[in-house]
């Protein structure tokens, strides 16, 4: 951004403008998908947390495949979602 002077007072009749350029140091934002834990037979839904370690200026889309581990098929769906964490945000489920 330009910094503009005035003046004011004085006998000055010429002001310097200048600029300020401001470095970006936030860093890409990683991101975290959370534990979590469901009774079998008691719990119809998981939502799963998904982070961001810091807020980024543009929606962040999160895929997010759910897949075979230690429950069997047939006590989920496999399933692909898409998690939107909206521009300044950092979390979403």
Same mark, same amino acid.
């Given at each position: 951004?330009? %910094?503009? =002077?005035? %003046?004011? @007072?004085?006998?000055?009749?010429? $002001?310097?403008? =200048? @600029?300020?350029?401001?470095?970006? /140091?936030?860093? $890409?934002?990683?991101?975290?998908? +959370? /534990? $979590? &834990?469901?009774?079998? +037979?008691?719990? #119809?839904?998981? %939502?799963?947390?998904?982070?961001? @370690?810091? #807020?980024? @200026?543009? #929606?962040? /889309?999160?895929?997010? &495949?759910? &897949?075979? =581990?230690? *429950? =069997?098929? /047939?006590?989920?769906?496999? &399933? $692909?979602? !898409?998690?939107?964490? #909206? *521009? +300044? *945000? !950092?979390?979403?489920?």
């Amino acid at each position: 951004f330009n %910094v503009n =002077g005035t %003046v004011t @007072s004085g006998t000055a009749t010429q $002001v310097n403008n =200048g @600029s300020v350029q401001i470095n970006d /140091d936030d860093g $890409v934002p990683t991101i975290t998908l +959370g /534990d $979590v &834990t469901v009774t079998e +037979g008691t719990d #119809p839904t998981a %939502v799963i947390p998904v982070t961001l @370690s810091n #807020p980024n @200026s543009v #929606p962040v /889309d999160v895929t997010v &495949t759910l &897949t075979t =581990g230690t *429950a =069997g098929t /047939d006590d989920y769906v496999e &399933t $692909v979602l !898409t998690v939107t964490i #909206p *521009a +300044g *945000a !950092t979390q979403g489920v």
